[in-house]
T-cell receptor
Framework: QKEVEQNSGPLSVPEGAIASLNCTYS??????FFWYRQYSGKSPELIMS????GDKEDGRFTAQLNKASQYVSLLIRDSQPSDSATYLC???????????FGTGTRLKVLA | GAVVSQHPSRVICKSGTSVKIECRSL??????MFWYRQFPKQSLMLMAT?????????EQGVEKDKFLINHASLTLSTLTVTSAHPEDSSFYIC????????????FGPGTRLTVT
């Protein structure tokens, strides 16, 4: 089992719709969880971080964390073509000081 | 957020030469920085963890004598690719975690290395 799993996609959604991206992780002691957006040929950009169970909202983005289920998700409301990118889920454990990345989900927002 | 810079953004070098890439945290101190490599359409691959004032920790399969890392200050880490070969051509990205409750990690813009 991979440490951080994401569906590779592509996930296609129409413009204006909600895009839902999911990630599961295997290490129960993981403490912080991150979503990065990576455009083709560019480096990853941090868009959300979360470390408490529940929802965290920032503009059109909402991160959801469920530690009991070892599951973290990202919702993008009112999706725009400019949101088309690969979204990376990352998990941090302070004991090992390691960030483990998923392989990413490619999102396509169709105009 | 936080800002991490990387220089150069692109470099082309001849096979057998060495290339140095600099990574700087501009608005925070970073005792640790990470170096990643990414091939086209592939995932990020962690190469090494750079620690200020001590030796870097390399991931399995990464040659420490080929990829020299120096973390001389709290804001600067360098990666030197020695005796570069065409198979070293890749996108090299550094990152720095900003210490706090969440340990958010910020990436530099990356360096595209082409070895001819």
């Amino acid at each position: 089992q991979k440490e951080v799993e994401q569906n590779s996609g592509p996930l296609s959604v129409p413009e204006g719709a909600i895009a839902s991206l999911n990630c599961t992780y295997s290490d129960r002691v993981s403490q912080s969880f991150f979503w990065y957006r990576q455009y083709s040929g560019k480096s990853p950009e941090l868009i959300m971080s979360i470390y408490s169970n529940g929802d965290k909202e920032d503009g059109r983005f909402t991160a959801q964390l469920n530690k009991a289920s070892q599951y973290v998700s990202l919702l993008i409301r009112d999706s725009q073509p400019s949101d088309s990118a690969t979204y990376l889920c990352a998990v941090f454990t302070s004991g090992t000081y390691k960030y483990i990345f998923g392989t990413g989900t490619r999102l396509k927002v169709l105009a | 957020g936080a800002v991490v810079s990387q220089h150069p953004s692109r470099v082309i070098c001849k096979s057998g030469t060495s290339v140095k890439i600099e990574c700087r945290s501009l608005d925070f101190q970073a005792t640790t920085m990470f170096w990643y490599r990414q091939f086209p359409k592939q995932s990020l691959m962690l190469m090494a963890t750079s620690n200020e004032g001590s030796k870097a920790t390399y991931e399995q399969g990464v040659e420490k004598d080929k990829f020299l890392i120096n973390h001389a200050s709290l804001t600067l880490s360098t990666l030197t690719v020695t005796s570069a070969h065409p198979e070293d051509s890749s996108f090299y990205i550094c990152s720095a975690p900003k210490q706090g409750a969440v340990y958010e990690q910020y990436f530099g813009p990356g360096t595209r290395l082409t070895v001819t």
